[in-house]
């Protein structure tokens, strides 16, 4: 496994993140429990969760299940960075949170930490992420109530998920007007080849202010995972969004080209769209979220590919990027 500095800070994390999201809804506690064991044994230390995970009635099920990975011992919890979320509504209705159980208020983190603390069965989040912007709350409520939650020692970072740019140079700035608080250090975002836009602002925001960026849904939904190759291939038809997306018929030219190209080098194509990412500047590592063992070794060997200029180039060709801002926009 190859590592690298999260950000700015001396944190250090693999290059793939392990995603933890099918945890409960998708693959049972044993499985999971085992699929981090695997993680760990490969060399990924950088683990990522969020408190809604498990959703519905079963949300905070993910956690629990990390957690009990944690309390089997061998030195789990000490050999991960874990990075969880705040923002989502835990209420037992979804429809109508109560008062305070959701968002960035001082209130909601407070509470929010300690009943992830306590699922996860830790003393500390070695990461905590907005999992989005809270128009309500202004961002000095925001860090006093990290800032406290910093000198319990309950998380030691902070970083942010599905912000645009100029939200995390606003919280930035006023996090070095307060003085004393490192500020942000991680963007989570969705950025893979068939999704770029992050590249106009947020990625460029994020480099400036020193963020490491972790892109999630680094196949777009399974889109970039070879879905036409294996509908020709074993009959399994696509589904979900990907299905909804390919039913475009310009798009699954594009994704044929795509997996055409890739045949052509000889590589497979989930494993070419991680290893792409890993090239791109800024980028720490994408989020893996595997259901199963073997997706997370063919996620491992993303890591050790070389892609040539040729394909780098043949890449972009198919999938062009919208160009920095704002060029992009403006002209």
């Not at 944190?11 to 993140?17: D, E, I, P, Q, T």
């Not at 990907?242 to 795509?258: E, G, N």
């Amino acid at each position: 496994m190859k590592y690298t500095q999260l950000g700015r800070t001396g944190l250090k994390v693999s290059r793939l993140v392990l995603g933890t999201m099918n945890f409960g809804p998708q693959t049972d506690e044993a499985d999971s429990h085992a699929i981090m064991d695997a993680a760990l044994d490969a060399g990924i230390n950088f683990f990522d969760t969020a408190n809604v995970y498990g959703w519905g009635e079963n949300k905070g099920r993910t956690e629990r299940i990390i957690g009990n990975w944690f309390a089997k011992g061998g030195d789990r919890r000490d050999k991960v960075v874990l990075a969880t979320k705040v923002y989502g509504n835990m209420g037992l209705d979804d429809n109508e949170p109560w008062p305070n159980h959701n968002k960035l208020s001082a209130l909601n983190i407070r509470r929010a930490v300690d009943a992830s603390l306590k699922r996860l069965q830790t003393d500390y989040i070695d990461v905590y992420q907005f999992h989005h912007i809270d128009r309500a709350t202004p961002f000095e409520e925001i860090w006093q109530a990290i800032d406290v939650l910093v000198q319990q020692g309950k998380i030691l970072y902070v970083g942010s998920s599905n912000f645009p740019g100029y939200k995390i140079a606003q919280a930035n700035e006023i996090a070095a007007r307060r003085g004393g608080t490192i500020g942000l250090v991680s963007e989570q975002c969705l950025y893979n080849l068939a999704e770029r836009r992050a590249e106009m602002e947020v990625i460029p925001a994020a480099q400036d202010y020193g963020l490491g960026v972790i892109p999630w849904s680094p196949l777009h939904g399974g889109l970039l995972g070879g879905v036409i190759k294996k509908e020709v291939e074993g009959g399994r038809r696509a589904s979900g969004r990907a299905a909804d997306t390919l039913a475009d018929p310009a798009v699954r030219a594009q994704i044929q080209a795509y997996e055409d190209l890739l045949d052509k080098h000889g590589l497979e194509p989930g494993e070419a769209a991680l290893a792409w990412l890993l090239t791109r500047p800024g980028v720490t590592g994408p989020i893996v979220g595997p259901r199963t063992a073997e997706q997370l070794t063919s996620a491992l060997r993303a890591v050790e590919l070389e892609l040539s200029e040729e394909l780098l180039t043949g890449l972009d060709e198919i999938f062009p990027g919208p160009g920095p801002s704002p060029e992009a926009f403006a002209w």
